[in-house]
């Protein structure tokens, strides 16, 4: 009787230790991780190109300034011209507007560089910004998923333990303090299955005698070797 329930507790325990460390929550753990890397990352690169387009509508707005400033210069200097009669002036101011006209030929070129540049950056945010989106909704469904299997194994973890204090119940405190003590020495199964003739842990080959009385069930038994409790399945 003990020795079936014991292998209860055996199989509980080792579904128990499953449960705790299981590979999917690690696996995810990961990945949320990865995917926070991912997200900060491309964050940075979005918010540098946000200002970078930033500084250079205010680039754009300066040069706006100076190319009306500088038009009106012409202006003026057109209307001198023609209420002038000085050869000297005249001359002068038609090499002002030259060179004025030629600066603003060059600041308008400037922003038209500069509104390439814009669209280019734009676009590249724009792609950045679907990215993030994209990674973040990623992002929650991994979380979501987690948290939805956390859970689960949670409750699973909780169920099992509510069915061993049943079992220890019925088990001699003896064997179970025994058992309990084995299990915290060794870190895991104080209990192990026999294989043929074998210990399925330490691989020991049990007298024969032992493995019959084991199948009858009439005792609880340990291994001769490593002391953990023959289970017969
Ligand atoms: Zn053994």
Redesign the pocket.
């Known amino acids: 009787m003990d020795n079936y329930l014991l292998y209860e507790i055996f199989i509980i325990d080792s579904r128990l230790e499953e449960l705790k460390k299981n590979n999917k929550i690690q696996e995810m753990t990961k990945k949320i991780s990865e995917f926070k890397a991912k997200y900060d990352m491309s964050k940075r690169r979005y918010e540098q190109l946000v200002l970078m387009i930033k500084d250079k509508h205010i680039k754009q707005k300066e040069i706006a300034e100076k190319i009306k400033k500088l038009y009106h210069e012409v202006d003026m200097a057109e209307g001198e011209l023609y209420s002038s009669s000085n050869i000297k002036l005249l001359n002068q101011l038609e090499e002002k507007i030259k060179y004025t006209r030629s600066q603003i030929k060059k600041l308008e070129d400037d922003a038209f560089e500069l509104l390439l540049e814009i669209e280019e950056i734009t676009k590249d945010a724009q792609h950045i910004g679907a990215e993030l989106k994209n990674i973040k909704e990623q992002f929650e469904e991994v979380k979501e998923n987690l948290n939805e299997q956390k859970l689960e194994i949670e409750n699973s973890i909780a169920e099992l333990m509510k069915k061993r204090e049943k079992i220890v119940e019925k088990i001699d405190k003896g064997i179970i303090s025994e058992y309990e003590e084995l299990k915290n020495k060794t870190g895991k199964g104080a209990a192990?299955l026999i294989n043929g003739s074998y210990?399925s842990?330490?691989?020991?080959q049990l007298p024969l005698m032992l493995v019959e009385e084991l199948k009858n069930k009439k005792t609880l038994t340990k291994?001769p070797?490593?002391?953990?409790f023959l289970i017969v399945e």
């Open positions: 192990t210990c842990a330490c691989r020991m291994c070797n490593c002391r953990r």
